[in-house]
């Protein structure tokens, strides 16, 4: 079975920094594109950052210059690097993943998502 677990949400004052990390693991033959979205109070679930197998990245403007995604292949490993973060930044993050895998011992593609992890930042 397919997971991916998220660690490393928090409370964290205004301009502080956190480090969320979402680790895949199951049957996974190769990882193509992984994300990060997330949901604050009352709003839609929006994409925060994501990256290609090529390391292709994208960020939603709000947080450009101040986020960094990267990924650990060997590891099957996201992150997300938050820097002078906002209370704007608080939210629900999810890890989203699009993986290969070993389903009766053939291979699919399906999309995947974590269980989230809280970010609050409040003074």
């Known amino acids: 079975q397919v997971q991916l677990v998220e660690s490393g949400g928090g409370l964290v004052q205004p301009g502080g920094s956190l480090r969320l990390s979402c680790a895949a693991s199951g049957s996974i033959v190769s990882i193509y594109h992984m994300g990060w979205y997330r949901q604050g109070p009352g709003k839609q679930r929006e994409l925060v950052a994501d990256?290609?197998?090529?390391?292709?990245?994208n960020y939603v403007d709000s947080v450009k210059g101040r986020f960094t995604i990267s990924r650990d292949n060997a590891k099957n490993t996201v992150y997300l690097q938050m820097n002078s973060l906002k209370p704007e930044d608080t939210a629900v993050y999810y890890c989203?993943?699009?993986?290969?895998?070993?389903?009766?011992?053939?291979?699919?593609?399906?999309?995947?998502w974590g269980q989230g992890t809280q970010v609050t930042v409040s003074s």
């Open positions: 989203n993943a699009d993986l290969l895998v070993l389903t009766g011992g053939l291979p699919h593609r399906n999309n995947y």
């Open positions: 990256i290609t197998n090529s390391r292709n990245t």
